[in-house]
């Protein structure tokens, strides 16, 4: 099972405005809105511009740890599972952004 830090998610979602945690009890859901392609790759608009994506992690928290039950990205009405390897990179970037 895939788990991240608690208390990583809590410290990005309040510095960086594409993360946004939604808790109930001890479910946790982080939703990702990743920029645009546009965006990404231009310096002025980086944090300014974001998609119809969204990256959607649900997780329930043990302590300092969520462990992860469920993860796809939505775009629309199109909705994917992320692959164990598309999971292990978001987990990477938590760890690297915190």
């Known amino acids: 099972m895939v788990s991240v830090s608690y208390s990583k998610l809590k410290r990005i979602a ?3 405005p ?3 945690i939604i808790e109930n009890g001890d479910n946790v859901e982080v939703l990702f809105y990743p920029p ?3 965006s ?8 300014s511009s974001y998609g119809d994506v969204v990256i959607r ?12 039950i469920d ?4 775009s ?3 909705k994917r ?3 164990s390897d598309e999971l292990s990179f978001w987990v990477n970037e938590v760890e690297w952004l915190a």
Do not use: K, M, P
């Open 71 to 74: 993860a796809f990205v939505e």
């Open 18 to 20: 594409a993360y946004r």
């Open 81 to 83: 599972r992320l692959s």
């Open 76 to 78: 629309g009405n199109v």
């Open 14 to 16: 309040g510095r960086h």
């Open 36 to 38: 645009t392609e546009e």
């Open 57 to 68: 992690i649900v997780g329930l928290r043990r302590g300092d740890s969520v462990e992860i």
């Open 40 to 47: 990404a790759s231009s310096t002025s608009e980086f944090e």
